[in-house]
């Protein structure tokens, strides 16, 4: 069986510091891991995944991710926030060797303070 | 252009009616999907369609129907709406399989069911 779990179901930083959002997740399988984002009243689009390559993953806005097997985390980073980066964000895990599992989790909504 | 479109953006309708919502990709994309967002933002698999083709059945009440008529549309049927149907509903698309493939999300169909 495989989970997501986004630790945090809020995280307000201030603009101009770091962010961490944290996702952790179980697998049977060798894991795609992605993390997609979420304005408000807007689809969702993609930061950046992870699908067996290089574990450090960069993304689109300055964020990246590391895949920590040994931690089963797949954090999501920037190292200074901007009032822009308000949203909802989604770590999703999938399966490589099976096709038909895709797991959302509960989404972390980033709060950035002026 | 838009990618992945969705119509209607918002639907209101009484409990016991059919409705529709119809996705297109223009994407070239083999890959289609729709999930349901509920009020807590939490987003789910319902339904995932590859060259025509249910990939993804997840458990979800049978009056929910999703039809493919072409690799470009998936268009999801509900029937006899229930006020619990009330929710934003997003299609997304992928090249290939979710394993591995980023998904393009449409803007949502927000239904409420009065």
């Known amino acids: 069986a495989q989970s997501v779990t986004q630790l945090d179901s809020h995280v307000s930083v201030s603009e101009g510091t770091p962010v961490l959002l944290r996702c952790n997740y179980s697998?049977?399988?060798?894991?795609?891991l992605f993390w997609y984002v979420q304005h408000p009243n807007k689809g969702l689009q993609l930061l950046l995944k992870y699908t067996s390559a290089a574990t450090l993953v960069k993304g689109i806005n300055g964020f990246e991710a590391e895949f920590k097997k040994s931690e089963t985390s797949f954090h999501l980073t920037k190292p200074s926030a901007h009032m822009s980066d308000a949203a909802e964000y989604f770590c999703?895990?999938?399966?490589?060797?099976?096709?038909?599992?895709?797991?959302f989790g509960k989404g972390t909504r980033l709060h950035i303070l002026p | 252009d838009t990618a992945v479109s969705q119509t209607p953006k918002y639907l209101v309708t009484q409990m016991g009616n059919d409705k529709s919502i119809k996705c297109e990709q223009n994407l070239g994309h083999d890959t289609m999907y729709w999930y349901k967002q509920d009020s807590k933002k939490f987003l789910k698999i319902m339904f995932s369609y590859n060259n025509k083709e249910l990939i993804i059945n997840e458990t979800v009440p049978n009056r929910f129907s999703p039809k493919s008529p072409d690799k470009a549309h998936l268009n999801l049927h509900i029937n006899s709406l229930e006020l619990g149907d009330s929710a934003v509903y997003f299609c997304?698309?992928?090249?290939?399989?979710?394993?591995?493939?980023?998904?393009?999300f449409g803007p949502g169909t927000r239904l409420t069911v009065l």
């Open positions: 697998s049977s399988y060798s894991p795609s």
């Open positions: 999703v895990v999938t399966l490589r060797n099976r096709d038909d599992k895709i797991i």
């Open positions: 997304a698309s992928s090249l290939g399989l979710p394993g591995i493939d980023t998904q393009y």
